[in-house]
T-cell receptor, first 110, second 111 residues
């Protein structure tokens, strides 16, 4: 049973560029949440998708957007990248409560 | 005031001892509470969930919840060097859709 799959694992982008991160949830899970984790910090909630709709959003600017597809997979898009966007981006899937996390995408903005 | 607060540590305990990790939360209406373990360079892994006041035991782990005091704790009995990791407390806000994480407590178990 495959767990949560994220791609790519690592990414280097230049300030001002745009990036798309991808996530396939664990089989049977219908909800996808995205988190940003800076070094030495806990994960920060970006947003949650359920039934292809953004159900809840954290304190992130509109540069952060997402999408969920009919097969429950999800994308996180970040526009106009800033140096401060450098972090580990975690995708977490769930059915009821309690997350299963993917291995994350390490984004470096230079 | 942070929504979920944890002592950042590091907490150092000898092998075989009990490790006690604590967490407080600010939203009294919070309904679900979780402990995740995160090894260095890895993603978080769910180890315990608790929803009602009292204790919940799973193997060497015991989660404790006191909603009146807005306090959650995790006890690890017979600590092993493999338990050395960062432990994240997570709380689901009222409504059930947004889960907030603390900054984590680093635990070191000395052999």
């Amino acid at each position: 049973d495959a767990g949560v799959t994220q791609s790519p694992t690592h990414l280097i982008k230049t300030r001002g560029q745009q990036v798309t991160l991808r996530c396939s949830p664990k089989s049977g899970h219908d909800t996808v949440s995205w988190y940003q984790q800076a070094l030495g910090q806990g994960p920060q909630f970006i947003f949650q998708y359920y039934e292809e709709e953004e159900r809840q959003r954290g304190n992130f600017p509109d540069r952060f957007s997402g999408h969920q597809f009919p097969n429950y997979s999800s994308e996180l898009n970040v526009n106009a990248l800033l140096l401060g966007d450098s972090a580990l981006y975690l995708c977490a899937s769930s059915l009821f409560e309690g997350y299963t996390f993917g291995s994350g995408t390490r984004l470096t903005v230079v | 005031q942070k929504e979920v607060e944890q002592n950042s540590g590091p907490l150092s305990v000898p092998e075989g001892a009990i490790a006690s990790l604590n967490c407080t939360y600010s939203d009294r209406g919070s309904q679900s509470f979780f402990w995740y373990r995160q090894y260095s360079g890895k993603s978080p892994e769910l180890i315990m969930s608790i929803y009602s006041n009292g204790d919940k035991e799973d193997g060497r782990f015991t989660a404790q919840l006191n909603k009146a005091s807005q306090y959650v704790s995790l006890l690890i009995r017979d600590s092993q060097p493999s338990d050395s990791a960062t432990y994240l407390c997570a709380v689901t806000r009222p409504g059930g859709f947004k889960t907030i994480f603390g900054a984590g407590t680093r635990l070191f178990v000395k052999a």
